[in-house]
């Protein structure tokens, strides 16, 4: 079982950056791809971006490209989401994922199956 553990969210104005940062800890060494997702009040968990574990690619969802990027660090175990440019439509919970599957990078929630508890994010208009 790997354990992950967000950290990096908050209050922001429309505009501005966060930096989320996502730990794993425990069985790792089986990692294909990590992950984030978001969920807003009322409606249901959507993909962000994905990152292989070994190599470097990644994917996106259409609403956060140029905007987002994702990355990790293998060495600390951990995977970063840079969040730039941020909207109001980006406030939600944000959620850090991994899985041994390698369509991780598809971006299909039912392919991962560790999650963190989620950190909130909030984007002020």
């Known amino acids: 079982q790997v354990q992950l553990i967000e950290s990096g969210g908050g209050l922001v104005q429309a505009g501005g950056s966060l930096r989320l940062s996502c730990a794993a800890s425990?069985?790792?060494?089986?990692?294909?791809?990590m992950g984030w997702f978001r969920q807003a009040p009322g409606k249901e968990r959507e993909f962000v971006a994905a990152?292989?574990?070994?190599?470097?690619?990644?994917n996106y969802a259409d609403s956060v490209k140029g905007r987002f990027t994702i990355s990790r660090d293998t060495a600390k175990n951990t995977v970063y989401l840079q969040m730039n440019s941020l909207k109001p439509e980006d406030t939600a919970v944000y959620y850090c994922?991994?899985?041994?599957?390698?369509?991780?990078?598809?971006?299909?929630?039912?392919?991962?199956?560790?999650w963190g508890r989620g950190t909130q994010v909030t984007v002020s208009s």
């Open positions: 994922a991994s899985t041994p599957s390698g369509a991780g990078l598809r971006g299909a929630a039912t392919d991962f199956g560790s």
């Open positions: 990152i292989t574990w070994i190599g470097y690619n990644t």
């Open positions: 425990g069985r790792t060494f089986g990692t294909d791809a």
